[in-house]
């Protein structure tokens, strides 16, 4: 499995801002795809986890109203949408795979699950 992100820059606060992550070499219905952030002098953390069928996706608490997360099966691709960010929000995201454990499980905020991760693309939110 390999992973691309991008989309990263600078953004103003309540602008907006949409990252991709590229996936290959996979069977998609095997894995949930996640994001997770790492803020400077900070240890990582989730963003949100969505899954490659029908359910819905999951976000942390932090970002929850704000962020939408997304896919384009036909593309491979998950996209993170950043609604009205704030300078909080500044943080290298990268997304990451989790092999699904269960048809039943659809999301995980455990990092250790995740085996697979993108480089990392950095968004940098100005007040």
């Known amino acids: 499995v390999q992973l691309q992100a991008y989309g990263g820059g600078l953004v103003q606060a309540g602008g907006s801002l949409r990252l991709s992550c590229v996936a290959s070499g996979w069977t998609a219905r095997s894995y949930i795809m996640g994001w997770f952030r790492q803020a400077p002098g900070k240890e990582r953390e989730f963003v949100g986890a969505?899954?490659?069928?029908?359910?819905?996706?999951y976000y942390a608490d932090s970002v929850k109203g704000r962020f939408t997360i997304s896919k384009d099966k036909t593309k491979n691709t998950v996209y993170l949408q950043m609604h009205s960010p704030i300078p909080e929000d500044t943080a290298v995201y990268y997304c990451?795979?989790?092999?699904?454990?269960?048809?039943?499980?659809?999301?995980?905020?455990?990092?250790?699950?995740?085996?697979?991760w993108g480089q990392g693309t950095l968004v940098t939110v100005s007040s």
């Open positions: 990451a795979a989790a092999r699904r454990k269960s048809i039943y499980i659809f999301y995980t905020a455990e990092e250790s699950e995740y085996s697979y």
């Open positions: 969505i899954s490659w069928t029908g359910e819905p996706p």
